[in-house]
Nanobody, 118 residues
Framework: QVQLAESGGGLVQAGGSLRLSCLASGRISSIYAMDWFRQAPGKERDFVARITQMVGTTRYADSVMGRFTISRDNAKNVVYLQMNSLIPEDTAVYYC???????????WGQGTQVTVSS
């Protein structure tokens, strides 16, 4: 099993930055890729960014391309989401997820709230 714990959320003004962290513990070797998702009130959970554990290949949602950066520190078992140029539409609960096989989200964190004020 793998446990994921997000941190780093908070309240920030539009144009500001935040860095989210996702600490993984347990059977880390079983993870193929790590992802960030977000869910705004009354909306579905949407994909934000992804990074593969071995090669570090990244992928982003169009809405965050050029503003958000996903990275990892395998020595610390942490995945980061650097969020710059934040806009009110980025307000959501942000979740990290772990894939054992591509496209299958086997592990989820509890989420961290990000609020961007205008």
């Amino acid at each position: 099993q793998v446990q994921l714990a997000e941190s780093g959320g908070g309240l920030v003004q539009a144009g500001g930055s935040l860095r989210l962290s996702c600490l993984a513990s347990g059977r880390i070797s079983s993870i193929y890729a790590m992802d960030w998702f977000r869910q705004a009130p009354g909306k579905e959970r949407d994909f934000v960014a992804r990074i593969t554990q071995m090669v570090g290949t990244t992928r982003y949602a169009d809405s965050v391309m050029g503003r958000f950066t996903i990275s990892r520190d395998n020595a610390k078992n942490v995945v980061y989401l650097q969020m710059n140029s934040l806009i009110p539409e980025d307000t959501a609960v942000y979740y990290c997820a772990g894939e054992k096989t591509p496209g299958r989200y086997d592990y989820w964190g509890q989420g961290t709230q990000v609020t961007v004020s205008s």
